[in-house]
């Protein structure tokens, strides 16, 4: 186990946080660890790779438990019931999954987080409307409590804990080992591009007009305006039946593809996302050529189509130093359309135009915490400037109380920064808020488990 002071920030608002940070490289000395931080009264918080968005990670003047030391492989059953230490990544074990015929159900948009750090922000991917999210596969885990005891909970042993730290940002304890559940999958998909003239279109090929699919995504021209709002380009994929499997190759490190040097040359090219002029005509160029070529199919390896935003490794140089702030809202279907339009509307009325907008499917999910609606969600990623953001925090706080929580709106914590607890409140629930916390005075009476995300909309509410 090693400490030094290092300054944290997040992969999208450059959060900044100056911490003690621990690496325990096993299970016991992550346990001697967080007993220890209890004897000292400190606060502690788990991080992984660090790819949330905002401060669900951070924990200011005080200690982080970086896990990616914890990073074993244990093994894999025939029935594909893989146990694994918390700090291996996504593509580690896509790598050693991929060899046997195996995938993992739900993977994010990247290859870089560690299977710990999705657990507790119970991510998801392209495919959320059909399998739901990462911890619906999760069958059992580990988890460190404050004392630096070891507590085995699952839908069977304790599941009210279980259940609570699936989405709970590290918040009750140390995840340091899980049993989940992988699938048969082939190693290639089969993409078909479609390019939708609107949002209604977007919505309706979504919805499965076009029949089954297996994997579902948009990107949205955020800067389109008129009739042609929202317009965007689905992305439809297919398993190709009878391809059993693949070569590890096709999975690079970190779940890079090949070619990574040259890719990494391509981030100054993205300099041009740094102002409304230069996303507007990248977004028309984009959606001009797709039209041409609209309904044409490709197949390629899965990880191509899962791991989007490993394409241009150090793409976020690109947006330093402000970096990235991401809005994300999930909406129940039957009022989507119209909320994704205004804020649309709205994101081009403040003239701070999205660098990205990408619109996903969902359904419900059991976890505690969720944010997942039986709907439709879209994320927008604005680049930060130190003039434009307090006009943006603004417009956005105006947005979500005026027109995405009146709808049942609710938003994706790991990739939130700007949120309220009164927001907060309404977006999770206060039912189920009342439950973690109760949860966590149970189990974690001192509060040591503590983040920056935590101090920020969870203890004015225990507070309240």
Partial sequence: MTGQQVQLGGWGMMAHSRAEVLQPDSVSAAQLAVSDAGRRRRTAIPRGSGFSYGDAALNGNSLVLDTRRLSRIIGLDGQGLVEVEAGVTIGDLCRFATRRGWWPPVVPGTGRPTLGGCVGANVHGKNAYIVGTFGEHVQELDLVLPDGSLLTCSEEREPDVFRAVIGGYGLLGVIVRMRMRLERQPSRLMVEEIAAPHLTSIMHILSGSLGPSDHAVAWIDACAQGEGRGRGIVQLARNLNGDSGGSDREVGRSGRRPF?????????????????????????????????????????????????????????????????????????????????????????????????????????????????????????????????????????????????????????????????????????????????????????????????????????????
């Fill in 260 to 464: 990574t040097r040259l890719r990494s040359a391509l981030w100054p090219l993205l300099l041009i996302l740094r102002t409304n002029q230069g996303v507007g005509a990248l977004n028309s160029a984009r959606y001009e050529l797709a039209a041409l070529n609209s309904g044409r199919t490709s197949i390629g390896p899965r990880e191509r189509y899962q791991f989007f935003h490993d394409f241009i490794p150090d793409w976020r140089r690109a947006f330093r130093p402000g970096g990235v702030l991401q809005y994300q809202m999930f909406v129940p279907k039957e009022c989507a359309n119209e909320v994704f339009l205004a804020c649309l509307e709205a994101a081009q009325e403040i003239k701070q135009a999205p660098i990205l907008a990408v619109l996903k499917r969902h359904r419900t999910d059991p976890a505690l915490l969720s944010y997942g609606v039986d709907g439709y969600s879209l994320s927008l990623d604005f680049p930060v400037t130190s003039t434009g953001l307090p006009s943006l925090r603004d417009a956005l706080h105006r947005l979500t109380d005026e027109v995405v929580l009146p709808a049942g709106g609710r938003f994706y914590l790991a990739k939130d920064s700007i949120l309220t607890p009164d927001q907060a409140g309404r977006s999770l629930g206060l039912d189920a808020l009342g439950q973690f916390l109760a949860i966590k005075r149970r189990i974690d009476p001192g509060t040591l488990f503590q983040s920056d995300l935590y101090r920020r909309l969870f203890a004015p509410l225990a507070l309240g």
